[in-house]
């Protein structure tokens, strides 16, 4: 297991947002924990020096494509790059410096998988290249993929059967625990335990950690299988639960 970094981008300045209150058009609902003073950029240099490998930049709507390509150029190959992300534009992202693009609403019409616009994708950039989104909400006892925002529910669960599938058509798997995520109240222990069991691939895992201890958690409950990526609770996103330079220690403790 490792720690993996991210950038998340809002109007372009990197930011950390409780997720489950980003809407299109609805500013008035948006909780805000961090906005940072420097660019997406530094952030992407600070990461390269510390060999922090597989992060993931994330465009939250309009307006955050510049401070994407700077942070990329900042780490050619070194990051990957979500949000907006189609057939039309893959391409432009992987040569302006993604290691890969990541996917989610892109890949689903009307609540279902469209498998011909994901073959497409895949035959486009290559398997290699590809990571699927598949972050998710609780409803009832199962975890169903949502998109647009984390909103919308499809009728797609993260099921063993439905892993087995998507793992078929990409590189590594993005999954956020949407309910909880930016909020820094624990993680989704059954969803981590439930992915644990299942993932055949790389996967990272978001949403609710808190502490160092909540690293060490995931890692136990998902017998190593699941990597983990920490935003509102880092000291260098205005949090206080998480040192970045003991996430870097994790790493390093992890690799010996």
Not at 107 to 115: E, P, S
Not at 133 to 149: A, H, M, N, P
Not at 178 to 202: N, T
Not at 217 to 227: F, M, V
Request: charged share 25%.
């Amino acid at each position: 297991m490792k720690f993996r970094p991210c950038i998340d981008l809002h109007e372009g300045k990197v930011k950390q947002i409780v997720g489950s209150t980003l809407r299109d058009g609805k500013t008035e609902l948006l909780l805000t924990n961090f906005v940072a003073d420097c660019s997406s950029a530094d952030y992407a240099r600070m990461y390269r020096q510390d060999n922090l490998t597989g992060g993931h930049i994330i465009k939250l709507g309009p307006g955050n494509d510049e401070a994407a390509r700077e942070a990329l150029q900042a780490w050619p190959s070194g990051m990957q790059v979500g949000g907006g992300i189609t057939l039309e534009n893959a391409e432009d992202w992987l040569d302006n410096g993604a290691s890969h693009i990541i996917v989610t609403s892109c890949v689903f019409r009307n609540g279902k998988v469209d498998l011909p616009y994901l073959e497409k994708l895949v035959q486009k950039v290559g398997r290699n290249r590809l990571v699927l989104d598949l972050s998710c909400r609780r409803k009832g006892s199962e975890y169903y993929i949502v998109t647009e925002r984390w909103q919308n529910f499809t009728t797609v669960a993260i099921s063993p059967e439905n892993l087995e599938f998507f793992a078929k058509h990409c590189d590594e798997f993005l999954i956020h625990a949407a309910d909880v995520e930016g909020k820094c109240s624990g993680i989704e222990e059954d969803l981590v335990e439930l992915l644990g069991k299942y993932i055949m691939l790389p996967t990272t895992y978001a949403g609710g950690v808190r502490s160092l201890n909540d690293l060490h958690h995931i890692n136990s409950l998902a017998k190593g299988q699941l990597d983990a990526t920490v935003g509102s609770a880092l000291d260098i996103f205005g949090g206080s639960g998480l040192k970045y330079k003991d996430a870097v220690t994790f790493n390093l403790m992890n690799d010996s």
